[in-house]
């Protein structure tokens, strides 16, 4: 006597029937870059059909967006100018500030995300301010908190801090509330790796460090239960929702959070995962469709309730084709 677990594969219909876990356009949050200068849509080298936009062309990437069905956006900022302590990021003028109100010009009521982070506004391309060559957490903590300010005051509807400096979810709530943005949500990147994923994003955001590395505040690619303490800590200081990031080699890390919390969990894609499917597609290895789709499958099956991904638009499109 054995079990025939092959009765609910034999039609698409069953199939479809039985599937546990469901893709849709509400899932996907799309990144985009936003660059000083007009008429600018430049394509990154390493991320086909990702660009830089100027201010003045974004509507063209925001009306993609909506016709896809996307509900959500999270905006990174290239300023045109850095400096030690990275003004720019905290400028009410700054190029995201006024990305913000942009997108909001375009469309009243798309989901608008901010990354709160230095590294693409200091001259050192560290995520904080430095102390010698060290990046000092608590003087960090004081900029953080200001450029969540400035971004809540240019109409964003969810600060997300990327820096990994301690304390960084209490600081951006206490200022945000202090200054009556109550109900502007927070998204921790709670547990954000050290990742050599992340090499495409640098190139595209000019946001490598100059010197060193970022392992004294991203966490170590071996740990899983310090991604915990990490996830508690945020949500103890007020994050409304937690991301694990990278996605792909951290699915046990996403399954634990789910496992272990109620928040939303946000799982972040991050450009190494992307470029690699991209490139390996251009030669011809990979049926980059099928790829793509079964990877962020696999994101939202080991417990993520949002993605981050360049593949939003891409995704919406394929999904649409298989109605
Ligand atoms: C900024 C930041 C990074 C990413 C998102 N926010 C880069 C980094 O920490 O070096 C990476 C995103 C990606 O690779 O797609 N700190």
Aim: contains cysteine.
């Amino acid at each position: 006597m054995f079990k025939r677990n092959r009765r609910l594969r034999e039609t698409r219909n069953i199939r479809d029937l039985v599937r546990e876990t469901i893709l849709t356009p509400a899932d996907f949050v799309f990144p985009i870059f936003v660059v000083e200068g007009e008429n600018i849509k430049e394509e990154v080298s390493s991320m086909p059909g990702t660009y830089h936009f100027s201010l003045d062309r974004l509507h063209e990437v925001i009306e993609e967006v909506e016709e896809a069905g996307l509900r959500g956006v999270i905006l990174f900022g290239l300023p045109d100018h850095k400096d030690e302590v990275g003004c720019g990021s905290y400028d009410n003028d700054g190029i995201v500030q006024r990305a913000v109100k942009k997108v909001r010009e375009i469309s009243k009521d798309l989901f608008i995300i901010t990354d709160v982070c230095m590294c693409q506004y200091t001259s050192h391309g560290h995520c904080g301010i430095l102390e010698g060559s060290r990046v000092d957490n608590d003087k960090s903590l004081k900029y953080i908190a200001e450029i969540a300010l400035s971004q809540a005051r240019a109409g964003s509807d969810m600060i997300a801090p990327s820096d990994m400096m301690d304390g960084h979810v209490a600081a951006i709530r206490s200022i945000l509330d202090d200054n009556g943005f109550t109900n502007i949500s927070i998204m921790g990147y709670s547990a954000k790796y050290s990742s050599a994923f992340y090499g495409p994003f640098r190139e595209a955001a000019n946001s490598s460090p100059k010197f060193g590395d970022r392992k004294t505040y991203q966490m170590d690619p071996a740990n899983i239960r310090e991604a915990m303490r990490e996830i508690d800590c945020d949500i103890e200081e007020g994050a409304d929702i937690i991301m694990v990031k990278p996605a792909l080699s951290y699915l046990d890390v996403i399954r634990w959070a789910r496992d272990r919390h109620d928040v939303p969990v946000a799982a972040y894609s991050v450009s190494g995962e992307f470029a690699m499917v991209k490139a390996a597609a251009k030669q011809g290895l990979v049926d980059e469709k099928a790829i793509a789709m079964e990877m962020h499958l696999s994101m939202k099956r080991a417990g993520a309730d949002m993605i981050i991904t360049y593949y939003a638009l891409d995704l919406c499109r394929w999904l649409r084709e298989k109605m």
